[in-house]
């Protein structure tokens, strides 16, 4: 399968843990990157490769890979993290690129 | 710094063709990256079109390949997107977007996204 599927929502209290997950055959072959994304604004690159973050994304947010899985944890969730996420890797084929659905992250 | 900056009309025709434009400051577009460009329909989530590679070479999503062609200008520092016999379904924010791919995969730089309505 070419898909990379993901919860649509996920909500979270204020301070706690959180876990987004993607499935897809190809995370068995590749690592996935995620995204931030507001409303109105420009997806954000929060975690790539095993789990690397770039400069400027805080250390609560990190990631991990088991299997055909791959998650995205945020630990002590802030208000501002409130927003849709997005998991990406390079399809088994390699001549393309997928994108998950999406989860939306609500901080109650 | 790198920055993109996409740029092209905002309103297109049923049955023509959308064209955009990306260009790239702070950063050289031949360089070894891959550049690529996205799009999101209003409410929904990210769709890949297409990427050109630093040495040129093209990638394109199976669902649209019939219909896309991505390609470079080196003197201006620019890629660019022709997507031809829109419909409706094509309306979308598209974004430009730089791809590391070594050891991984991800877009570390987009621009800022430009919205393209398909309409009569």
């Known amino acids: 399968s070419s898909e990379l599927t993901q919860d649509p929502a996920v909500s979270v209290a204020l301070g706690q843990t959180v876990r987004i997950t993607c499935q897809g055959d190809s995370l068995r072959r590749y690592y996935a990157s995620w995204y931030q994304q507001k409303p109105g604004q420009a997806p954000v690159l929060v975690i790539y490769g095993q789990n690397n973050r770039p400069s400027g994304i805080p250390d609560r947010f990190s990631g991990s890979r088991s299997g055909n899985t791959t998650s995205l944890t945020i630990t002590g969730t802030q208000a501002e993290d409130e927003a849709d996420y997005y998991c990406?890797?390079?399809?088994?084929?390699?001549?393309?690129?997928?994108f998950g659905g999406g989860t939306k992250l609500t901080v109650l | 710094q790198v920055q993109l900056q996409e740029s092209g009309p905002g309103l297109v025709k049923p049955s023509g063709t959308l064209s955009l434009t990306c260009a790239v400051s702070g950063g050289s577009i031949s360089s070894s990256n891959w550049w690529s460009w996205i799009r999101q329909p209003p409410g929904k989530g990210l769709e890949w079109i297409g990427e050109?590679?630093?040495?040129?070479?093209?990638d394109y999503n199976p669902s649209l390949k019939s219909r896309v062609t991505i390609s470079k200008d080196f003197s201006k520092n620019q890629f660019s997107l022709q997507l031809s016999s829109v419909t409706a379904a094509d309306t979308a924010v598209y974004y430009c977007?730089?791809?590391?791919?070594?050891?991984?995969?991800?877009?570390?730089?987009w621009g800022q996204g430009t919205l393209v309505t398909v309409s009569s």
């Open positions: 050109i590679y630093h040495f040129g070479g093209t």
């Open positions: 990406n890797s390079r399809a088994n084929s390699a001549n393309h690129v997928l």
């Open positions: 977007a730089r791809a590391r791919y070594g050891d991984f995969y991800y877009f570390d730089y």
